[in-house]
């Protein structure tokens, strides 16, 4: 058994946070627990983020996510892979609800990420998906962390050709944000 082993917050993501076409050095997770590193009180982080996944393949991975790395919190960053398929809402929302049961039955505290996409299904499509994340924050009483790329896409040079990813420039303003947003959930009282 480890003496006094750092507290581990499990990422649960897809191609935001695992740091799309870019080193793994580079993606702000990676640069968090650089971070966070010096700091006793600071989770360990594992970025359990694969580009491209669905909550519905991130559900699939989680168990087997959950006995290895045993983590206190969950940050269940996913969704929008689904909605920028359009894929129906209640399927997302189904998914995700038994993400956030998973993680709760594990004794861990899931912190949700707010997901946003394009409008390109329409501004009805686009509401209800983004309707799904508060709902399910109020209804498991979780808390609910802003989606990070809201600010990243008012700087277009901060976004890849393909329009959706954040560039390695970034990371850093991120990194920054996620810090300043989980510190309060892990017990840290402010980021370094």
């Known amino acids: 058994m480890r003496i006094a082993a750092a507290d581990t917050l499990l990422i649960l993501g897809d191609s935001l946070s695992a740091g799309y076409q870019l080193p793994i050095q ?5 640069q968090l627990s650089e971070r966070w590193k010096s700091d006793p009180k600071a989770p360990q982080i594992v970025n359990g983020s694969i580009s491209g996944d669905t909550a519905a393949q991130g559900l699939d991975r989680l168990p087997g996510l959950l006995k290895t790395h045993q983590p206190r919190w969950v940050l269940i960053e996913m969704g929008a892979n689904d909605g920028l398929r359009g894929f129906p809402p209640a399927d997302i929302e189904r998914d995700l609800s038994q993400i956030i049961t998973l993680v709760k039955q594990a004794k861990a505290q899931p912190l949700l990420m707010q997901m946003r ?7 009805r499509y686009t509401n209800s998906f ?8 109020e209804q498991y009483q979780v808390p609910l962390l802003p989606f990070f790329m809201e600010k990243v896409m008012l700087k277009p040079e901060w976004i890849q050709p393909d329009g959706i990813h954040p560039t390695a420039d970034a990371q850093p303003f991120i990194t920054d944000l996620m810090a300043q947003e989980l510190a309060p959930y892990v017990g840290l009282t402010q980021s370094k």
């Open 130 to 137: 983004m309707a799904i994340y508060p709902k399910l924050a």
């Open 26 to 30: 580079q993606a702000w997770a990676t």
């Open 117 to 123: 996409i394009p409008p390109n299904y329409g501004q």
